[in-house]
């Protein structure tokens, strides 16, 4: 990436609080973490004495058995945006084109003008039906942020394949995937899958994550990444963590319930988007964004302000929490 790009594309605005005083609506992850992790981190700390094991062959076993995928083809990164930069790095050269969803995360147009890609945007609900023929890269966000729905799979399957004969690279961020019962991607040809550890287990200071490709991709993805570019702190924490299959469970279940209990509740005074994900997009109709922002934390809670997504222009976002929490949020948004 060039200089004076990186200075004309400057920084993307995104959710999360550092207010003790506030709860933190505006970021999406999990408010609880798996029993022992912390027992896990403290562990490690001899381990930290030396470079991590290289490879890291115990986190790309667990990765593997945690998305269903060859070891072979995990790449371990220090979150899942990192996954996404390198491969955007890989597939966009300068002047090439990038099929990306709106509204939707918006690194994924800023890592493609860092280098040089030009962006063609489609609005989320209609990206599977895009042509991806003469673009270097599509990217899926699956569930899509901030909208929150899944991609029907055999849709999502069938654009895979389109992809593939396009000579397309496809990137699906399934950032937030482990919060449904829906099937990954990793490992189809052709595809890069992108998995964050740090918002189902509610870590995100851990920075772990990982890609999974196949093929030549996948093996170039394998040569770029760093050696020792994650932590053996996040190595342990993430292979312990993605063997929690009954935190998972336990998890999943209580979002999905306080989702729709959520849902049922906002829905006489706004326009709530359909949602698969731990959060909910809120259409606030003729209120002010900021004055609904400003109400929220007179009463110590802190929302997303969504008009930062492409497309929204009164909307905000606000995260499924624990139950006591989701109740302050319903009585904070009840006289807005």
């Known amino acids: 990436m060039k200089r004076e ?3 004309r594309v400057g920084r993307e605005p995104h959710g999360s609080t550092d207010d003790p005083e506030l709860i933190d609506f505006s970021a999406n992850t999990n408010p609880r973490v798996p029993d ?10 001899e381990a930290s004495q030396s470079y991590p094991a290289e490879p890291p062959t115990a986190f790309r076993d667990a990765a593997a058995a945690y998305v269903d995928c060859d070891p072979e083809q995990v790449v371990p990164t220090p979150g899942g945006l990192a996954a996404i930069r390198r491969t955007i790095q890989l597939a966009v ?5 990038v099929l990306l969803p709106y509204p939707s995360f918006g690194e994924y147009e800023r890592e493609v003008r860092l280098q040089g890609g030009d962006p ?42 389109r992809c593939r004969e396009a000579g397309t690279v496809l990137l ?31 870590l995100p200071g851990i920075r772990a994550g990982f890609a999974v490709a196949t093929g030549e991709f996948g093996e170039a993805l394998g040569v770029a990444r760093r050696p020792w570019n994650v932590s053996a702190p996040a190595l342990a924490v993430g292979s312990y963590c993605m063997r929690q299959t009954g935190f998972v469970e336990e998890t999943t279940a209580r979002v999905r319930r306080e989702r729709t209990r959520l849902c049922e509740s906002l829905a006489d005074r706004f326009d709530v988007a359909p949602s698969d994900a731990p959060f909910l997009l809120l259409d606030v109709g003729e209120r002010a964004v900021g004055d609904v922002l400003g109400a929220a934390r007179d009463r110590g809670l802190a929302l997303r302000d ?31």
């Open 172 to 202: 699906v961020d399934e950032a937030f995937l482990g919060f449904t019962d829906r099937p990954s991607l990793a490992g189809t040809d052709g595809v890069v899958v992108a998995r964050s550890l740090t918002k189902l287990f509610g």
């Open 120 to 161: 063609a945007f489609v609005r989320h609900d209609r990206l599977l039906g895009a042509d991806p023929a003469g673009h270097a890269l599509a990217v899926v966000c699956n569930p899509n942020n901030p909208t929150g729905e899944t991609y029907d799979p055999d849709e999502l399957a069938a654009f895979a394949t």
């Open 306 to 336: 969504a008009t930062t997504f492409r497309g929204l222009d009164s909307h905000v976002r606000v995260a499924v929490r624990l139950p006591a929490e989701n109740d302050r949020l319903l009585e904070a948004l009840d006289d807005v």
């Open 93 to 97: 050269a300068e002047g090439d084109s």
């Open 5 to 7: 790009t990186v200075r």
């Open 36 to 45: 022992g992790v912390e027992a896990v981190y403290r562990d490690a700390f």
